[in-house]
């Protein structure tokens, strides 16, 4: 837990999880380890300089003050429902630069009535075709920082499929066999990407349908890179996003 002080002076650079206030909430379907991944996840930023606050429910997005007070939305709530209130005060606080970071249906499959909150994802899960299956992941921006240094990898988990926003960078894909379906053969699908909202920095990982997924070093590590990033929002200045992909 943190004291809810102003937020005073902020170390980057080399560690930028340092001194952030960070709100996890944690919780929705239980298939996705909801607290198994809060106690993979909390300990490390812990141990970057992170103060982490700690919810089962996102209703504490329509607390005014907690919000008013931290850097990092990390979120794993699969499905679930979110009053009106508590995800205007998500969005509001993301719009004016508070970062948030999160992966597979935690992030990217929550609150599915909520049309605005998925606008703010950028991209939407709708399936995984034939369930736990092998699959490849390829690095497709090997400059940002995010991304910068990983090999492609293999994956034995949820290939997920999902609706995206043609206005986030993508930095990881993942290609379809046509096995599960043979209309989406050969199609291409983003895995990682980071976009804004408002002022506030959104990475997304469709990686990790298990706490056990995040032993793949590279799903773990961009995990971990996406969440930095994400941390900085508030501190570094806005970058442009729109590089139409349709002319
Ligand atoms: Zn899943």
Same mark, same amino acid.
């Given at each position: 837990?943190?004291? /809810?002080?102003?937020?005073?002076?902020?170390?980057?650079?080399?560690?930028?999880?340092?001194?952030?206030? =960070?709100?996890?909430?944690?919780?929705?379907? #239980?298939?996705?380890?909801?607290?198994?991944?809060?106690?993979?996840?909390?300990?490390?930023?812990?141990?970057?300089?992170?103060?982490?606050?700690?919810?089962?429910?996102?209703?504490?997005?329509?607390?005014?003050? /907690?919000?008013?007070?931290? %850097?990092?939305?990390?979120?794993?709530?699969?499905?679930?429902?979110?009053?009106? #209130?508590? #995800?205007?005060?998500?969005?509001?606080?993301?719009?004016?630069?508070v @970062?948030?970071?999160?992966?597979? @249906?935690? /992030?990217?499959?929550?609150?599915?009535?909520?049309?605005?909150?998925?606008?703010? =994802?950028? @991209?939407?899960? =709708?399936?995984?075709?034939?369930?736990?299956?092998?699959?490849? +992941?390829?690095?497709?921006?090997?400059? %940002?920082p995010?991304?910068?240094?990983?090999?492609?990898? *293999?994956? *034995?988990?949820?290939?997920?499929?999902?609706?995206?926003d043609?206005?986030?960078?993508?930095?990881?894909?993942?290609?379809?066999?046509?096995?599960?379906?043979?209309?989406?053969?050969?199609?291409? +699908?983003?895995?990682?990407?980071?976009?804004?909202?408002?002022?506030?920095? !959104?990475?997304?990982?469709?990686?990790? *349908? !298990? =706490?056990?997924?995040?032993?793949?070093p590279?799903?773990? #590590?961009?995990?971990?890179?996406g969440?930095?990033?994400?941390?900085?929002?508030?501190?570094?200045?806005?970058?442009?996003?729109?590089?139409? +992909?349709?002319?």
């Amino acid at each position: 837990m943190f004291l /809810l002080s102003p937020v005073s002076c902020q170390v980057q650079g080399a560690e930028p999880l340092k001194g952030k206030k =960070v709100l996890f909430i944690y919780g929705g379907w #239980e298939g996705h380890q909801p607290e198994a991944c809060r106690d993979l996840l909390v300990p490390w930023m812990e141990s970057e300089g992170a103060e982490v606050v700690v919810y089962d429910t996102p209703e504490c997005y329509s607390n005014e003050s /907690l919000m008013s007070k931290i %850097d990092l939305v990390v979120q794993i709530y699969t499905q679930g429902r979110i009053s009106g #209130e508590a #995800e205007r005060g998500l969005l509001e606080a993301i719009k004016r630069g508070v @970062g948030i970071a999160g992966w597979h @249906g935690g /992030l990217g499959d929550a609150f599915r009535q909520n049309t605005e909150y998925q606008f703010m =994802v950028g @991209g939407q899960w =709708v399936a995984h075709p034939g369930g736990i299956i092998p699959y490849d +992941v390829k690095i497709t921006d090997k400059k %940002d920082p995010i991304t910068k240094g990983l090999k492609d990898f *293999h994956m *034995h988990s949820e290939q997920y499929y999902v609706h995206i926003d043609p206005n986030i960078k993508v930095l990881a894909t993942t290609k379809y066999t046509g096995e599960h379906g043979f209309w989406i053969e050969g199609a291409v +699908v983003p895995v990682v990407w980071k976009k804004t909202y408002g002022k506030g920095r !959104v990475f997304y990982s469709s990686l990790a *349908h !298990v =706490v056990k997924d995040f032993d793949v070093p590279e799903a773990l #590590e961009i995990m971990k890179r996406g969440i930095r990033w994400a941390s900085l929002s508030l501190y570094e200045p806005n970058e442009k996003w729109v590089t139409p +992909v349709y002319k």
